[in-house]
């Protein structure tokens, strides 16, 4: 076990001298230390984490690490869901994503928050956060994207919704008045 730890800390080391950032999934079927050796690594992100343990919770809060977790992949697999709450608490910022893949069929981020908030006990406001600018930060991109502020990039859809708190809610995908890009109108119901 720890041959192939050293091995995981020397690739995963090995990236930051080509300026990439460590982001990789962890703790998903069995504790494996993810949440530990991202502290020691500084990692950026660490997708799933649905067995981290306590002690991996504080070493990610410590630089900070998103914890970018996949509520359908625990919903699916009918796995525990992952510790949002307690990752919140610790101070650790929590990101959400789809895993869109095979054994996860979803591209729908509404669906994804109304899971976070549903089986991961997540406000609205924490799984909106998390789906924009936490998602944004867990990819290094924050400070241009994730966010409608001036300066940043402008990439958003305009939903025909009551309110903002509907794209949650709903179990379905709210329907779209518009989609901008940059800025610029791409598309109009």
């Known amino acids: 076990m720890l041959g192939w730890i050293f091995i995981l800390i020397l690739i995963c080391s090995g990236g930051s001298l080509f300026c990439l950032k460590m982001n990789f999934h962890g703790d998903e079927i069995h504790p ?57 608490d610790g101070h650790v910022p929590v990101a959400l994503g789809s895993d869109f893949n095979p054994n996860a069929h979803c591209m729908s981020m509404p669906h994804v928050m109304n899971l976070a908030c549903v089986l991961m006990h ?32 402008a990439d958003f859809v305009v939903i025909g919704a009551p309110a903002w708190e509907h794209v949650i809610y709903e179990l379905v995908d709210p329907p779209i008045d518009a989609v901008y890009k940059g800025g610029v109108a791409v598309h109009e119901a």
């Open 32 to 88: 494996m230390g993810a949440g530990e050796l991202a502290g020691e690594l500084e990692a950026l992100a660490v997708s799933h984490l649905e067995r981290v343990s306590d002690e991996g919770i504080a070493a990610m809060s410590k630089r900070p690490t998103f914890a970018t977790l996949l509520p359908t992949t625990a919903y699916i697999l009918r796995l525990e869901p992952p510790p949002a709450r307690k990752l919140i």
């Open 122 to 153: 997540m406000t609205m406001e924490e799984a909106l956060a998390a789906a924009t600018i936490n998602s944004a930060g867990s990819l290094g991109i924050s400070a241009t994207h994730g966010s409608l502020e001036v300066g940043k990039v």
